[in-house]
């Protein structure tokens, strides 16, 4: 199968080709053509399988079919995401696509301040990517208007009702035209998403690309288990042990995640925290410097982590294992991607026990276990330590310097929160 044969536009197949697909992925070979058709479609996807192009590329295709607007572009496609690192991922992707057939897209969350998302609302948009809190906050100021969305998209809709948007998500489509095609996306299929299913959805055709809450057959999986006390001593003998260069640790709590990091770096690991309650401009900062390499481990809890876009990732670590099973398969989503090799270890303690049954319940099979015999950690008089140490104390030195450079920008601004979201009953 080529991208030709999905019936897409000359300008989109000059878009793919861009970005260096030769071949459609098997989300995107059974979803475009479904899609085109305007049929709802509940599908199964995981991470890293190309669904964004999936329902990219074919709404891009759709809208630019229509009369232009004579007045003021009004949204007519509409893409809930669960966070702010997702919503820019795909708002890029929207606007990539979009430009090249005269379409407007624009993204939409919080953590920054509104003002300039109005600005770009005034302009005229056709295509909205947006976390729901902020979206609804538009919607009550009157700076938004959905009476035109004629497709919307739930993209990792199984993190958005972990994260607790069900009702957000029903306020959202109470505002929407009663026809409209709704594309929904979920790596995973608990009750709520067939529940919520269910209710929006019409007639949908049932697309899978991998079988459903199954992790990806390209990601070889391993389990230690460890005291609880052992964790941070294994996993970084296990960092200098191997030299790995770019990892992805997982932890329960913001807390737990910015101890580690502390650690970490205490053992000469470049290392860094990010989640919920780090600035926006921080966390971007953070995962751009991990990307470029500046940044070694990057430590992340469930919410930060969900639509982070990494190529190249070779490995991820659970350092606590998740409550929920499902989010398992979502962390080492974030490895393997795009056809890659990639391994997920899990530090499992003896209280974790029940929640690695559970896992593996999830999975069908048991994760191998590997034996803390097979590692000897470094010590701190270790050459390698010594010189790791080094080179971050002078990373930190240089930081600090720019830092000072630039105090007399002043203190950042903080946003205003605006006004609470008053109660919005189900139309």
């Known amino acids: 199968m080529s991208f030709e044969k999905l019936g897409l536009r000359a300008e989109l197949l000059s878009a793919v080709n861009a970005q260096g697909y030769t071949a459609p992925t098997p989300i995107q070979t059974r979803a475009i053509p479904v899609i085109l058709k305007g049929c709802d479609i509940l599908a199964g996807a995981q991470t890293g399988t190309g669904k964004t192009a999936a329902f990219a590329l074919p709404i891009v295709q759709m809208l630019s079919e229509e009369p232009p607007a004579k007045k003021k572009r009004q949204p007519r496609t509409l893409v809930l995401v669960p966070t702010r690192e997702l919503a820019a991922q795909v708002g890029g992707a929207m606007q990539d696509y979009g430009r090249r057939l005269s379409l407007r897209a624009t993204v939409i969350y919080g953590g920054i301040n ?49 994260m607790g948007f069900i009702d957000d998500i029903l306020d959202v489509a109470a505002f929407l035209p009663e026809k409209h095609q709704t594309l929904l996306f979920s790596a995973t299929y608990p009750d709520s998403i067939k529940r919520l299913a269910g209710e929006i959805l019409n007639n949908p055709s049932r697309i899978e690309a991998a079988p459903p809450n199954l992790a990806a057959d390209v990601v070889t999986q391993m389990v230690y288990r460890v005291e ?19 990892v992805m640790v997982f932890t329960r709590t913001r807390y737990g995640a910015d101890k580690l990091t502390e650690q970490l770096i205490s053992d000469g690991i470049a290392a860094a925290a990010i989640h919920s309650s780090k600035s926006q401009s921080l966390r971007t900062r953070t995962l751009e410097d991990f990307k470029r390499g500046l940044v070694q481990i990057l430590v992340a809890t469930d919410v930060a982590a969900r639509g982070l876009d ?62 803390l015999a097979e590692f000897q950690p470094k010590n701190d008089h270790d050459p390698d330590i010594v010189a790791a140490k080094r080179k971050l104390k002078e990373r930190a030195a240089k930081k600090q310097k720019k830092a000072i450079a630039k105090s007399s920008a002043g203190p950042a601004k903080t946003r205003n929160p605006g006004k609470k979201r008053k109660n919005i009953k189900k139309q």
């Open 114 to 162: 509104i003002n300039a998302q109005i600005v770009r609302l005034n302009r005229g948009v056709d295509i909205v990517v947006a976390t729901p809190g902020r979206l609804l906050d538009h919607v009550d100021r009157g700076t938004l208007d959905l009476s035109r969305v004629r497709i919307l998209v739930l993209d990792e809709a199984d993190r958005m009702l972990d």
């Open 310 to 371: 990494i190529s190249g990732l070779p490995r991820v670590v659970n350092f606590d294992l998740p409550d929920i099973p499902e989010n398992y398969v979502h962390r080492i989503g974030r490895t393997g991607r795009a056809g890659e090799k990639g391994v997920a270890i899990s530090l499992a303690c003896d209280q974790e026990q029940p929640l690695l049954v559970e896992i593996e319940r999830l999975l069908g099979h048991k994760i191998p276990a590997k034996r």
């Open 228 to 246: 609880r006390l052992r964790k941070r001593e294994l996993l970084a003998g296990l960092i200098q042990k191997d030299n790995w260069d770019k």
